[in-house]
């Protein structure tokens, strides 16, 4: 029973796709298959070109960035290993600015939005922990704002604070720095970052800031000298602008008179950066007294020893003495000559007024020459200059119009070296050097560039890529139209054609479109058709065992047609 059922489906769907209306069915589902295969071309012919939207993100911003676009219905795709997102080329402005409204991508560090999601009961060492991890994503930040700064990480140790002043330690901070690839640091790019920590940071000093790049230097060493002569960058800086700065000056000024690019300066600085003090304190050889300045001068005078009373009492013995009228010193008496009374006038002094001893003392002070000098010298001082000039030669045109180089004349190169010395500020006394050159340029030769052949080219490669495609599509679209859709539009629009009876000929004969057979009357004239058979099961069977009985050589064609899967 049951294969009996199984026959007896099998041939009613077989009569179904052999009557007209699964015929017609079938064309119908032909039709909607190509119809689709020639949408999902087209649609593959139009695919977007999809560019990068976020790359080098953590994975929470990354699954955070994807459900966005999820509930965006915007088309994503992954890129470099799931490391950058792709979205549609036109899209990608659009969308990123709706996921920056959302605060997407947030990076690694979490700044004070970390304070607003307190819980009610939080102890005081998770707020404390929570500011410092708040603190630490927005140095962060910040640091990452500086233009050669892909990355930044920030640890800050930050001690307890003690009311002891021998207990009190200062914070240190830790900076690893993840920089743009071909991109460094220069030092004051360094310093500046040092000194932003410094000033966020209560009681921070610039020397317990530690600065790390990716590949583990050391950039925050400021006793390192990178200099072979003990330079520091700053003081390499400054010598180099002062040189560039000389030299601009003289190409500036020589430039009018020989024209643009006939001239080139090279400036050599020697910069004194020692910063030297001195005192010196210096004595000059005594002047004579009478021209010297007296400083100050002391007299003392004192007599020992006193002579016996003398003279009448009374007023007038204790009068001064009369000033003598004559000299008190008298020039000796000849030899052998004695003045009258001479002997009893020496007797008389010596045996009434004896004479009395005086001692004076008297010190004079004079000023000494004394000379203190104290010389400060400034860093930076410009010890000595050399300077090395070279002038193309000049071009003259002659009688011909020929164009030629000829060297420059001895009062044209004495014109130049004047302007030169006023241009850099030469001075003999210092030990300035200049050397003036005249001599033809060699002509630069022009830089050959090979030409990037057509096909090579990246724009024409994208162009080509774009015409193949749609080219392509355009070709398959073509195919599935002339060679399966146009065909099955055909026969659903236009009725099948039949046979006509001849005479002569049989009467049955084979339906061309419907592949049945249609038994033609005997009486029916040449040009007619035959009825069209009835689409019922019972009727079509009825027309088959006529069909049997009349004619058994053609069924048994057909069943051997059957047989042998035609």
Do not use: C
């Amino acid at each position: 029973m049951a294969a009996e059922g199984q026959l007896t489906a099998t041939t009613g769907f077989s009569n179904f796709t052999q009557s007209a209306m699964g015929r017609r069915f079938a064309l119908m589902l032909g039709v909607a298959a190509v119809v689709a295969v020639m949408a999902g071309v087209w649609m593959w012919s139009q695919k977007p070109d999809y560019r990068v939207l976020f790359s080098n993100f953590s994975d929470r911003d990354g699954g955070a960035i994807v459900a966005s676009l999820q509930q965006m219905n915007v088309p994503y795709k992954y890129a470099e290993g799931g490391g950058a997102i792709l979205v549609p080329a036109d899209q990608v402005h659009d969308i990123r600015l709706k996921l920056a409204s959302q605060g997407l991508p947030k990076g690694g560090n979490v700044g004070f939005e970390l304070m607003e999601n307190q819980k009610l009961g939080t102890s005081q060492f998770l707020e404390q922990v929570n500011f410092q991890r708040a603190l630490e994503g927005e140095l962060a930040q910040t640091i990452q704002a500086v233009s050669a700064v892909q990355a930044a990480r920030v640890h800050l140790a930050l001690p307890k604070a003690s009311v002891f002043v021998r207990d009190q330690q200062k914070p240190t901070a830790s900076v690893l720095l993840n920089l743009e690839p071909g991109r460094a640091l220069d030092p004051a790019q360094v310093s500046a970052i040092v000194h932003l920590l410094a000033s966020s940071v209560p009681e921070l000093t610039p020397s317990n800031v530690t600065i790390v790049d990716q590949n583990g230097n050391l950039l925050s060493d400021t006793s390192k000298k990178l200099a072979n002569n003990g330079l520091d960058p700053s003081q390499l800086k400054y010598v180099q602008e002062l040189q560039q700065d000389v030299a601009k000056r003289i190409e500036s000024i020589i430039t009018p008179i020989v024209g643009a690019n006939n001239v080139h300066a090279e400036v050599t600085a020697d910069v004194d950066f020692s910063h030297s003090e001195q005192a010196a304190e210096t004595y000059k050889p005594n002047t004579p007294p009478e021209a010297a300045a007296m400083r100050s001068q002391q007299t003392s005078e004192s007599m020992n020893g006193a002579g016996n009373a003398s003279g009448i009492p009374g007023a007038l013995s204790n009068q001064p003495p009369v000033p003598a009228t004559a000299p008190i010193t008298t020039p000796p008496p000849a030899t052998g000559t004695t003045p009258p009374g001479a002997n009893a006038a020496a007797n008389t002094a010596t045996t009434t007024t004896p004479p009395a001893v005086i001692h004076k003392d008297s010190t004079v002070n004079y000023e000494v020459d004394k000379t203190i000098r104290y010389v400060q010298q400034p860093m930076g001082g410009l010890k000595r200059l050399s300077v090395a000039v070279v002038v193309n030669y000049k071009q003259t045109t002659d009688k011909k119009g020929k164009t030629k180089d000829v060297p420059l004349t001895e009062a044209e190169k004495t014109q130049i070296s004047d302007l030169v010395k006023e241009a850099m500020g030469y001075s003999q006394a210092r030990g300035d050097t200049l050397n003036v050159v005249n001599s033809p340029f060699a002509a630069a030769k022009p830089e050959i560039i090979p030409e990037v052949p057509l096909w090579k080219q990246p724009d024409n490669i994208q162009l080509a890529k774009d015409i193949g495609r749609y080219l392509l599509a355009f070709i398959a679209l073509l195919y599935l139209y002339k060679k399966v859709l146009k065909p099955l539009l055909e026969k659903l629009t236009h009725p099948p054609h039949k046979h006509h009876h001849v005479e002569g000929e049989e009467d049955t004969d084979y339906d061309e479109d419907e592949g049945s057979e249609v038994h033609l009357s005997e009486e029916g004239k040449a040009g007619e058709h035959t009825p069209h058979p009835t689409t019922t099961y019972q009727k079509n069977l009825d027309m088959a065992k006529q069909v049997a009985k009349d004619n058994p050589k053609v069924v048994a064609n057909v069943v051997k047609a059957w047989v042998n899967n035609e």
